[in-house]
């Protein structure tokens, strides 16, 4: 193409439901209750651990950590969704779909990174448990908690630099609610193979670890839960991990879906229902799952909310 020919593109145009019109504002308060929900559990959760000391343990650390990324992720779509479905405005500024697009992969990756170090904490919870203490000291926990967070940053701050670094000189309409990888690689009318190798190969190596870290500490967990004598220590070990497992296997599938592929499987309209799956929907199930599952957060829930009437 041309010099002359190229415009530059100033704004995007989100696409993604379009298609729904006359579903705009049954849409827009099923999403402001489901984010409302989000925003209320995860708080909640975050809450509880922090004013009950008897939740001031690795775990429960790395839990916390867990629901502010279920707030924030959210938080880096649905706001504009949301404004998408009552105003019908559905521009986004060049510069702000970059942020959004930064700070999605951000939170993503990080929670990617932070559920391999949760499954670790159960490793070493379970299959040593007489040096669990020694081993998950807080200084170490603070350092793999930061190393997530770190690895999360650097790895966003790759991906949006090679996705913006693109020419975009045709289409702007993003076929997607938000500011995702595909999408906008999509619309490049540059070539997109070195920032797909890139994403393919970091994407692939990093996710893979993560996963391989993930798998390999439950093969231990399972083996070790094998071995208890005490039927009674099963169903806790069971019960403890069953919450992480359902939580990663939510997660991992969908984000391996979605990024870990070539773009020329990308399907939008798959894109679209996998995407809320693991931005929007997940995030909300996470305290479900794991007050539901947890005695210990169902029992700190309970006493916090006596407190509260209390207060009241």
Aim: net charge positive; aromatic share 12%; glycine share 4%.
């Amino acid at each position: 193409m041309e010099g002359d020919n190229v415009t530059t593109v100033a704004k995007f145009i989100l696409t993604g439901l379009s298609d729904l019109p006359e579903v705009r504002f049954p849409l827009f308060l099923l999403f402001s209750l489901i984010y409302l929900a989000t925003l209320a559990g995860n708080i909640t959760i975050i809450i509880a651990i922090g004013t009950d000391v008897r939740l001031h343990n690795p775990m429960y650390f790395f839990l916390s950590n867990l629901s502010l990324l279920d707030i924030l992720c959210p938080t880096v779509t649905v706001p504009k969704m949301l404004d998408m479905f009552l105003s019908g405005n559905k521009e986004i500024s060049f510069a702000s779909c970059v942020l959004q697009l930064y700070f999605l992969i951000d939170v993503v990756g990080t929670e990617i990174f932070l559920l391999a170090v949760m499954a670790y904490d159960r490793y070493v919870a379970i299959c040593h448990p007489l040096q669990y203490t020694a081993i998950m000291n807080k200084r170490l926990c603070a350092q793999m908690a930061a190393g997530t967070w770190i690895s999360g940053f650097l790895n966003s701050l790759l991906h949006t630099s090679f996705t913006f670094t693109l020419s975009f000189c045709g289409s702007n309409e993003v076929n997607q609610y938000f500011c995702d990888i595909p999408p906008v690689v999509a619309l490049s009318c540059s070539s997109t193979y070195t920032s797909e190798m890139v994403l393919l190969s970091v994407a692939g190596v990093l996710g893979s670890s993560a996963f391989v870290i993930t798998l390999v500490s439950y093969i231990y967990i399972v083996f070790a839960i094998l071995r208890m004598s005490s039927t009674k220590g099963r169903h806790k070990a069971f019960s403890t991990c069953a919450s992480h497992l359902t939580v990663v296997g939510l997660f991992y599938g969908t984000t391996i879906f979605t990024y870990v592929r070539p773009s020329s499987r990308y399907s939008p309209n798959q894109d679209r229902v996998i995407s809320m799956l693991y931005g929007i929907i997940t995030p909300m199930l996470n305290p479900m799952i794991y007050s539901l599952r947890n005695k210990e957060v169902k029992r700190a829930l309970r006493r916090h909310a006596r407190t509260c009437d209390q207060l009241i």
